[in-house]
């Protein structure tokens, strides 16, 4: 298919008096791993909930050629557009695996009466789901942890079990919304590497938001900077570092995000 995987137009979410998203206009290509940066409270996660169904704006969102505006967050998800949430979506007391299949739940089809007519259907597709959640957990070198609660684990690898719980639905598109926020230097190397990992061995397009400049500079593709819901630069890490804009929308909130950042370093 040519033409880009995902396509956003004139994107706008208003919250009261808040303008969070501000007429936002962006492609990402097939394959590409786009990133989405700015101050805190800029409109990031608020794009991301957009793009994911979670909150209505006006504009337009295509994804695969496909119109997606005021599709339902479940339908969203059936077309092949997997997220992570800023804030650890696990539950501590399950293991690795369960919360990895608590991601593919919404995958499998065959509902309650269709699993007692068709026992086998049911059955099979649980048979494939732990199968591909144990692909996926290779991937991020979770399997031996496949049966350890996500409470005995530290805080870097649940954020690697989150990865692995958005990439098992098989999206065509994993959004990651600040997947390195309170790891150290060593960690946020090697949810990185995970990250790039995944995106080789799945064949997805990544757009990964990160309120750090530096830390995408080296992986991403492509980089967005947003500020109060505006646009303010769109392009190779370059161009972003060299955006005057960017660098004062930076300097001007420098204080402010190192205070109330939830990506301590
Ligand atoms: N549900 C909501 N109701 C009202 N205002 C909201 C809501 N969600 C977000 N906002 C406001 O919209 C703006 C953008 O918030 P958003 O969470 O998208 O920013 P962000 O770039 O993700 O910030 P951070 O880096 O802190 O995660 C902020 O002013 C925020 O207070
Ligand atoms: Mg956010």
Known sequence: MTGPLLHATDVTVRFGGVTAVDAVSFDVARGEFFAIIGPNGAGKTTLFNCLSGLVKYSGEIEFA????????????????????????????????????LVGRASKI???????????????????????????????????????????????????????????????????????????????????????????????????????????????????LALNFGQSIGLGTPAEIQANPRVVEAYLGASDASTSTSGSAR
């Not at 505006?69 to 949430?85: K, L």
């Not at 290779?138 to 690898?157: F, Q």
């Not at 150290?184 to 949810?191: G, I, M, P, V």
């Open 65 to 100: 050629g496909t119109r997606i505006t005021g599709r339902r967050a479940d339908q969203i998800a059936q077309v092949g557009i997997a997220r992570t949430f800023q804030n650890l979506g696990l539950f501590s007391s399950m293991t690795v695996l369960e919360n990895v």
């Open 109 to 223: 089809t065959a509902g309650i009466p269709a699993g007692l007519v068709w026992y086998g259907k049911a059955r099979r597709q649980d048979i494939d789901a732990r199968e591909h959640a144990y692909e996926v957990l290779n991937v991020l070198g979770l399997t031996a942890l496949a049966h350890t609660p996500i409470k005995s684990l530290p805080y870097g690898t649940r954020k690697r079990v989150e990865l692995a719980k958005a990439a098992v639905v098989t999206p065509q598109l994993l959004l990651l919304d600040e997947p390195v926020a309170g790891l150290n230097h060593a960690e946020t190397e090697e949810l990185i590497a995970a990250v790039l990992d995944l995106k080789d061995a799945m064949d997805l397009t990544i757009v990964l938001i990160e309120h750090d400049t530096f830390l995408v500079m080296d992986v991403a593709d492509r980089i």
